[in-house]
């Protein structure tokens, strides 16, 4: 099944599932031929040219994308959020989310290699094992050797499907959910260090600044409502 889209005079033909950016001012039509699922994330016009600085407005504005598990876990959670959208601290976590979907999409090879279904749904039960426990410690062994993968295959295959390490992976969802306690409970920046399962408070108060460019503290204090 593929979309036509005509965007600023220029044409394409695309098999879904695919990535559309629409850019305010450019004129575009489409056709779409049978009914299907879409995900629309709409900014403000005014972001235009930010948002051109950080390359998150390719020249190839149609792209054919690949749902791998990253994305899937992405619109999952995008979708539940919406659903409570009204909830404290859900906005900043839902803008945090559409980026880092976007930003997955479009670090994608723009010729997908092929890969093997098999593969993909043991990495898909590893990323979902990964949600759930994040905030435990995480016997790699046992859960490469449990999903039917050794420790170096399960590395080698994770490439295929995701621009970062299984760490960092890891990394930004203790980030997130650091962050989602920050701004939801009075728990003191050391409790939640401990909750999320961090080294200890001065590792965590380190990489939430790398990260969110202030430190815990910081960030609870400029974020008070």
């Known amino acids: 099944m593929f979309s036509d889209d005509l965007i600023g005079g220029k044409s394409y033909h695309t098999r879904y599932p695919n990535l559309a950016v629409k ?42 994308v690949t749902l791998t598990p990253a994305v899937k876990v992405m619109i999952l959670e995008l979708q539940t959020l919406m659903k409570n959208s009204s909830e404290f601290g859900a906005p900043d976590r839902l803008d945090l989310l559409a980026f880092r979907l976007i930003e997955e999409l479009l670090l994608q090879p723009l010729e997908p290699q092929s890969r093997d279904v098999f593969i993909e749904a ?7 094992f990964f949600q759930r426990n994040f905030s435990t410690d995480i016997d790699f062994e046992k ?6 993968l050794s420790r170096r295959s399960f590395f080698r295959h994770w490439k295929t499907f995701y621009s970062v390490s ?9 980030l997130e959910e650091s962050r ?46």
């Not at 859960?143 to 039917?148: A, E, H, I, K």
């Not at 409790?191 to 990489?207: G, K, L, P, Q």
């Open 23 to 64: 850019i305010p001012g450019i004129p575009h039509e489409y056709e779409v031929l049978k009914p299907r699922d879409a995900l629309s994330l709409t900014y403000a016009s005014e972001l235009t040219e930010p948002m051109r600085a950080a390359g998150l407005l390719p020249e190839i504005q149609v792209r054919k």
């Open 166 to 174: 299984p760490m960092l992976y890891l990394q930004d969802l203790k």
């Open 180 to 225: 989602r306690l920050l701004d939801t409970t009075d728990d003191g920046v050391a409790a939640i260090a401990r909750e999320v399962n961090w080294r200890d408070t001065a590792y965590f108060c380190r990489i939430f600044r790398q990260k969110y460019g202030v430190t815990p503290l910081q960030y609870r204090k400029r974020n008070i409502r």
């Open 122 to 128: 043991k990495i898909g039960r590893i990323v979902s």
């Open 143 to 148: 859960l490469c050797r449990d999903n039917g």
